[in-house]
């Protein structure tokens, strides 16, 4: 095996001088010697161009454009024209509308409730599953079903599981029935009669669900890297699994619980097609037990003004929204990238 090892590397290490040696050749023919010499960062640059050219394209113009169009007054879609320009005037309207600030409510509930709650869950789960030796692959597989699976799929399914309500004894899903098997009422989560928190609750159950796959697959890849020669110096000192835990595992993988906090909260704050899914594409239940109940998310709401796009000024409203939930993103990240340097041990 060893001496496999080796050819291969010298046989790698020849066959890279030789490619070397032709671009040297190369360079030389075509009177383009200097490149050789150029700084390297100018080198990345230019090996860099064609993803910098398709991120410029896909990317970093649309950013530019919405920042653009969200100054444009009256601006028409169709038609390319706009009475003129305003400064604030876009991101005032929209600020003005309560269902905008319902929509930022809806969605911090979502943040600062799923995410940690799915970390949680994750780290523990991707904790177990390392201790666990049998099945460990079978487990890895189910686990990682909701990655693989779309999300609308995931969220209609939610809404059969969720479904029925005192009205309707004979239709229950899955929820209500186990509801029953242990005495108790059937529960209205998104039907006739569903409150505020009982159908939000089934959002927050699917997001922590459809984010566990990604979460317990990155935490059990860090926590396979970690080095047992620390948990056999730690046994030895007699420590607990649980204190094994707080002093070896958690800060041994803290880059990466940091990578899935930073990520998660991108995510959801960019929740939509679980809402489209779970409750119906207008986001509101008509039929609550207080009335209208609005669930919309800020990605909700700035579709719902690219639907009015043949409306003036209506891109150029759902531009500010767009942009106003990018600042709250970065926001948050910046934030989080200030505290990762004094929490995070890489």
């Known amino acids: 095996m060893k001496e496999f090892i080796r050819e291969l590397r010298w046989t ?51 950013i530019f454009n919405s920042f653009l169009v969200s100054f444009f007054s009256g601006y028409n879609v169709v038609t390319g024209e706009f009475d003129g320009y305003t400064l604030i005037g876009n991101y005032v309207t929209v600020l003005s509308e309560s269902g905008f600030r319902q929509a930022v409510l809806n969605t911090a509930i979502i943040v600062f409730v799923s995410v940690p709650i799915s970390i949680l869950v994750a780290l523990f789960i991707a904790v177990a599953m390392h201790s666990i030796k049998p099945l460990k692959g ?25 479904k029925g309500n005192t009205n309707d004894l004979y239709n229950l899903g899955l929820a209500n029935q186990i509801v029953t098997w242990f005495g108790g009422t059937p ?57 094994q835990f707080r002093r070896i595992t958690v800060p041994l993988i803290s880059p990466m619980i940091f990578y899935i906090l930073v990520t998660s909260i991108i995510g959801a704050f960019k929740t939509y097609s679980s809402v489209v899914a779970i409750i119906n594409v207008n986001g509101i239940i008509t039929t609550g037990a207080s009335g209208q109940i609005n669930l919309k998310t800020i990605v909700f709401f ?38 990762g340097k004094k929490r995070v041990h890489y």
């Not at 079978?138 to 995931?154: D, E, G």
């Not at 569903?194 to 959002?203: G, L, N, Q, R």
């Not at 409306?311 to 942009?323: P, Y």
């Open 12 to 62: 790698f290490r020849s066959k890279t001088h030789h490619a070397s040696v032709k671009i040297n050749d190369f360079l030389e023919r075509n009177h383009l010697r200097f490149f050789a010499h150029l700084p390297g960062w100018f080198k990345a640059i230019f090996f860099l161009l064609p993803a910098i050219l398709i991120l410029g394209v896909f990317t970093f113009y649309p």
């Open 302 to 339: 700035i579709y719902e003004y690219l639907q009015e796009t043949g409306r003036n000024g209506a891109l150029s409203e759902a531009a500010a929204a767009a942009i106003l939930l990018f600042l709250i993103i970065m926001v948050f990240t910046v934030v989080q990238l200030r505290v």
């Open 138 to 162: 079978f487990f890895q597989n189910m686990f990682f079903l909701p990655y693989v699976t779309n999300s609308i799929a995931i969220g209609l399914v939610f809404a059969f599981m969720f």
């Open 187 to 243: 529960v209205p989560w998104i039907g006739v009669g569903a409150t505020y928190w009982s159908a939000m609750s089934v959002i927050l159950i699917h997001g922590v669900w459809a984010g566990l796959a990604f979460k317990i697959i990155v935490f059990l890849s860090s926590i396979q890297g970690i080095d047992k020669q620390y948990y056999q110096a730690a046994q030895i000192d007699g420590a607990s699994r649980n204190k």
